[in-house]
């Protein structure tokens, strides 16, 4: 049994694979944390509670001077009854922020309902634990949901407004999570445009330490991912607790330290600029958290992220399925293409071995720059003229699959639909908007834009046979208000959350046969909500090989390698003038759902045999980064080296791909320990011919000869006889 309570002492205890989370109803009423660690035996944990007569505080009405919320680890805290420290809500009820929340009961379901208009992971075993405040009516559910087969609870609340007024929810966030000492370092993404999710890695010190969003999306300066570490924990060894929001807006993950010295963690919805008010039976439901504890390093916590999000996450239908090599028209010839072009393009496209090509911006209204025409979802007759019939039924004769670009969510100033419906562009009256690439953001948080947007979309979906589309979003937002809203102007970057996942929902969920890709100026959004809609995402505008490893490194922490799509592109690479041998960049293309982006036309016959050559060697061992099991072996911004494998469940099979970055003359041996391998079978490996034993691999190592030249790699094959 998954989830389990003791009556009497009133104690919840969530046991997952390997895992137990336990908290209780204690005597004074609030969900007081006990633990969420590797499994211990179901017994009375009250012992457990440190308290301690601290000075200059307060206590709990009643109680004794050490009874201070401060003191205890608390599932749900909240501001105004001696707890000093981060709380998870707060709301305003006419100027009264101060709440008695009492513990009311529970509810355990079999299966675990979607959160209300908000993607989540699919689950069974669930238990609600609701709390009450008397005085209002308001009253806060606590969800939790435990998996047999993953080391992983999810966390969401729901806030109701049982009572007769109105109030605001000024801050809801979707766990806490005390941890019971303060010795941790935090791991978190951060980055930029082109160099999205780089690792970071620093001690908590005393204070509050914060990784958000206020940009609308959730973007590529930080990721909703953060990790807590001890200092000695590795890839393989120490303890690893991770923390990832399934959500695409602005969002805030916190750590404190304060007096007591342990860690309070939590996070959810950034309420820097959000309120929401709430009428009397309504509901806010809070984003999912997903909490991972590993007890054996990072690389437990990344398989366990992968593992929960391809069996419970990403669509089913796509998400181990073989996914299409691309051939994308981008950097092949960005705006500048008509007709005659493409269909060039498309009959040398035909020629690599790829199985899909897909026109990139520039193909629809007045676009032939990225100054005018999004909104206008209209074929682009002047570079066009026989619209885009002529190139689909081309590739479809040359036997690819035909795939589109679109950009739903944003608006040129320039186009008919800006001249046609100004105030559709997030704004604010008397104020000119922030551009970005010379572009606005429609108003999704209001429902005429949506239908304007499905329909517009859909309308070139149903009357072209469309198989794949990629679907961009190129700026953050500015201008945080909605004239609609009136004074519930902090509503705006959730409703407009909730605004994209309606419009995802019809538009994806409405053609069901054509695969779609996600995309944010490369990588800026890139998180488990966006990978519910999108099986796999544009890692970076930045497909320079080397840059790659350090990209698709960071974002292997929580996200599994099938969900980045990396593609080989021209040299030098146009994002950072680079020049890397066409293997190279195969190599690290392969380590996740690859493709191509240059102008085929242009290649040399070498160069297409090359092709062939590197998409029949991606089919060969695709099924490991649609289902293998991650093992990073080196990370390439410490030393010279990266080194990715990936093994297959059953331990049959692993491919080990490494890049050496600067050659280095009378280099010493390189030596790297594979890992997930079965130590008693033996391993055949057929680019060198060897044949050994797995535990002489992974013990003795597995000694990688790189060619000569910078930023080269090999790739190794293990087989087991
Ligand atoms: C973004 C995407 C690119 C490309 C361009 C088109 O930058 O990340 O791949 O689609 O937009 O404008």
């Given at each position: 049994?998954?989830?389990?309570?003791?009556?009497?002492t009133?104690?919840?205890y969530?046991?997952s694979?390997?895992?137990?989370?336990?908290?209780?109803?204690?005597?004074?009423?609030?969900?007081?944390?006990?633990?969420?660690?590797?499994?211990?035996?179901?017994?009375?944990?009250?012992?457990?509670?440190?308290?301690?007569?601290?000075?200059?505080?307060?206590?709990?009405?009643?109680?004794?001077?050490?009874?201070?919320?401060?003191?205890?680890?608390?599932?749900?805290?909240?501001?105004?009854?001696?707890?000093?420290?981060?709380?998870?809500?707060?709301?305003?009820?006419?100027?009264?922020?101060?709440?008695?929340?009492?513990?009311?009961?529970?509810?355990?379901?079999?299966?675990?309902?979607?959160?209300?208009?908000?993607?989540?992971?699919?689950?069974?075993?669930?238990?609600?634990?609701?709390?009450r405040d008397?005085?209002?009516?308001?009253?806060i559910?606590?969800?939790?949901?435990?998996?047999?087969?993953?080391?992983?609870?999810?966390?969401?609340?729901?806030?109701?407004?049982?009572?007769?007024?109105?109030?605001?929810?000024?801050?809801?966030?979707?766990?806490?999570?005390?941890?019971?000492?303060?010795?941790?370092?935090?791991?978190?993404l951060?980055?930029?445009?082109?160099?999205?999710?780089?690792?970071?890695?620093?001690?908590l010190?005393?204070?509050?330490?914060?990784?958000?969003?206020?940009?609308?999306?959730?973007?590529?300066q930080m990721?909703?991912?953060?990790?807590f570490?001890?200092?000695?924990?590795?890839?393989?060894?120490?303890?690893?607790?991770?923390?990832?929001?399934?959500y695409?807006?602005?969002?805030?993950?916190?750590?404190?330290i304060?007096?007591?010295?342990?860690?309070?963690?939590?996070?959810?919805?950034?309420?820097?600029?959000?309120?929401?008010?709430?009428?009397?039976?309504?509901?806010?439901?809070?984003?999912?958290?997903?909490?991972?504890?590993?007890?054996?390093?990072?690389?437990?916590?990344?398989?366990?992220?992968?593992?929960?999000?391809r069996?419970?996450?990403?669509?089913?239908?796509?998400?181990?399925?073989?996914r299409?090599?691309?051939?994308?028209?981008?950097?092949?010839?960005?705006?500048?293409?008509?007709e005659?072009?493409?269909?060039?393009?498309?009959?040398?496209?035909?020629?690599?071995?790829?199985?899909?090509?897909?026109?990139?911006?520039?193909?629809?209204?007045?676009?032939?720059?990225?100054?005018?025409?999004?909104?206008?979802?209209?074929?682009?007759?002047?570079?066009?003229?026989?619209?885009?019939?002529p190139?689909?039924e081309?590739?479809h004769?040359?036997?690819?699959?035909?795939?589109?670009?679109?950009?739903?969510?944003?608006?040129?100033?320039?186009?008919?639909?800006?001249?046609?419906?100004?105030?559709?562009?997030?704004?604010?009256?008397?104020?000119?908007?922030?551009?970005?690439?010379?572009?606005?953001?429609?108003?999704?948080?209001?429902?005429?834009?949506?239908?304007?947007?499905?329909?517009?979309?859909?309308?070139?979906?149903?009357?072209?046979?469309?198989?794949?589309?990629?679907?961009?979003?190129?700026r953050?937002?500015?201008?945080?208000?909605?004239?609609?809203?009136?004074?519930?102007?902090?509503?705006?970057?959730?409703?407009?959350?909730?605004?994209?996942?309606?419009?995802?929902?019809?538009?994806?969920?409405?053609?069901?046969h054509?695969?779609f890709?996600?995309?944010?100026?490369?990588?800026?959004?890139?998180?488990?909500?966006?990978?519910?809609?999108?099986?796999?995402?544009?890692?970076?505008?930045?497909?320079?090989?080397?840059?790659?490893?350090?990209?698709?490194?960071?974002?292997?922490?929580?996200?599994?390698?099938?969900?980045?799509?990396?593609?080989?592109?021209?040299?030098?690479?146009?994002?950072?003038?680079?020049?890397?041998?066409?293997?190279?960049?195969?190599?690290?293309?392969?380590?996740?759902?690859?493709?191509?982006?240059?102008?085929?036309?242009?290649?040399?016959?070498?160069?297409?045999?090359?092709?062939?050559?590197?998409?029949?060697?991606?089919?060969?061992?695709?099924?490991?980064?649609?289902?293998?099991d991650?093992y990073?072996?080196?990370?390439?911004?410490?030393?010279?080296?990266?080194?990715?494998?990936?093994?297959?469940?059953?331990?049959?099979?692993?491919?080990?791909?490494?890049?050496?970055?600067l050659?280095?003359?009378?280099?010493?041996?390189?030596?790297?320990?594979?890992?997930?391998?079965?130590?008693?079978a033996?391993?055949?490996?057929?680019?060198?011919?060897?044949?050994?034993?797995?535990?002489?691999?992974?013990?003795?190592?597995?000694i990688?000869?790189?060619?000569?030249?910078?930023?080269?790699?090999?790739?190794?094959?293990?087989?087991?006889?």
């Open positions: 049994m998954a989830i389990y309570v003791d009556e009497q009133r104690t919840f969530l046991e694979k390997n895992t137990t989370y336990a908290f209780c109803a204690n005597p004074f009423g609030f969900l007081q944390h006990i633990y969420f660690g590797k499994r211990i035996a179901r017994e009375d944990l009250s012992y457990g509670v440190f308290l301690n007569a601290r000075g200059h505080g307060s206590h709990i009405p009643h109680g004794n001077w050490m009874q201070s919320l401060n003191q205890y680890s608390n599932e749900c805290p909240t501001f105004g009854r001696s707890d000093y420290r981060e709380s998870a809500v707060a709301l305003d009820f006419d100027g009264v922020r101060v709440f008695d929340w009492q513990y009311v009961g529970y509810t355990i379901l079999k299966t675990k309902p979607p959160l209300e208009g908000m993607p989540s992971v699919r689950g069974k075993d669930t238990l609600v634990v609701s709390m008397e005085r209002t009516g308001a009253a559910d606590l969800s939790y949901t435990v998996f047999d087969d993953v080391p992983v609870i999810l966390r969401h609340a729901v806030i109701r407004n049982g009572g007769k007024k109105p109030f605001t929810v000024d801050r809801a966030y979707s766990f806490c999570l005390d941890l019971p000492d303060a010795d941790w370092q935090a791991v978190t951060y980055g930029a445009h082109t160099r999205e999710r780089f690792m970071q890695r620093a001690d010190k005393r204070g509050v330490f914060s990784v958000d969003s206020k940009r609308g999306v959730t973007s590529g990721n909703p991912f953060a990790a570490v001890r200092k000695n924990t590795d890839e393989n060894t120490g303890e690893a607790y991770g923390v990832n929001l399934v695409s807006g602005d969002f805030v993950l916190k750590a404190q304060e007096e007591s010295d342990t860690v309070r963690v939590l996070g959810g919805i950034n309420d820097y600029d959000f309120s929401w008010r709430l009428e009397p039976d309504q509901t806010f439901t809070t984003p999912e958290a997903v909490l991972v504890y590993a007890e054996h390093g990072l690389g437990e916590m990344s398989r366990a992220f992968h593992d929960l999000y069996a419970y996450l990403i669509n089913p239908r796509y998400v181990r399925a073989p299409p090599v691309v051939l994308n028209s981008w950097e092949a010839a960005y705006f500048d293409f008509d005659k072009k493409l269909l060039e393009i498309i009959d040398a496209t035909a020629k690599t071995g790829v199985d899909t090509f897909v026109l990139d911006d520039g193909w629809f209204g007045a676009r032939n720059g990225d100054n005018a025409g999004l909104g206008d979802w209209v074929v682009n007759t002047q570079k066009l003229p026989r619209g885009l019939t190139l689909i081309r590739t004769e040359r036997g690819l699959k035909f795939g589109l670009w679109f950009e739903p969510e944003m608006v040129n100033p320039d186009s008919d639909l800006f001249r046609a419906h100004p105030d559709w562009a997030i704004h604010v009256d008397g104020l000119e908007p922030c551009p970005g690439r010379n572009q606005l953001v429609l108003d999704l948080t209001r429902d005429e834009v949506c239908d304007y947007i499905v329909g517009a979309v859909s309308k070139v979906l149903r009357e072209n046979a469309i198989d794949y589309v990629k679907w961009d979003m190129n953050c937002l500015t201008e945080n208000y909605s004239a609609h809203l009136g004074a519930r102007g902090k509503e705006t970057h959730h409703r407009y959350v909730l605004g994209l996942y309606k419009i995802c929902e019809r538009i994806v969920n409405g053609f069901p054509i695969f890709e996600g995309c944010a100026g490369g990588g800026c959004r890139f998180d488990p909500a966006m990978l519910y809609y999108f099986p796999q995402i544009w890692t970076s505008d930045n497909s320079d090989a080397y840059w790659r490893t350090v990209i698709q490194y960071g974002t292997s922490l929580c996200y599994p390698v099938s969900a980045m799509s990396c593609h080989v592109s021209d040299c030098p690479n146009h994002q950072c003038g680079r020049v890397t041998p066409f293997s190279s960049r195969g190599d690290i293309a392969h380590l996740g759902a690859t493709g191509y982006e240059f102008d085929p036309t242009r290649m040399s016959a070498e160069e297409i045999a090359a092709m062939h050559g590197q998409i029949a060697a991606y089919k060969d061992m695709q099924d490991l980064v649609l289902n293998g991650l990073r072996l080196h990370d390439p911004l410490d030393g010279n080296l990266f080194a990715f494998e990936l093994v297959s469940k059953d331990g049959d099979r692993a491919h080990i791909t490494v890049m050496r970055s050659c280095l003359p009378n280099d010493k041996c390189l030596r790297l320990f594979p890992r997930g391998l079965d130590e008693n033996t391993y055949f490996i057929p680019e060198t011919g060897v044949e050994k034993a797995g535990s002489t691999l992974m013990y003795y190592g597995l990688v000869n790189i060619p000569f030249g910078d930023f080269t790699t090999a790739t190794y094959t293990l087989l087991r006889r």
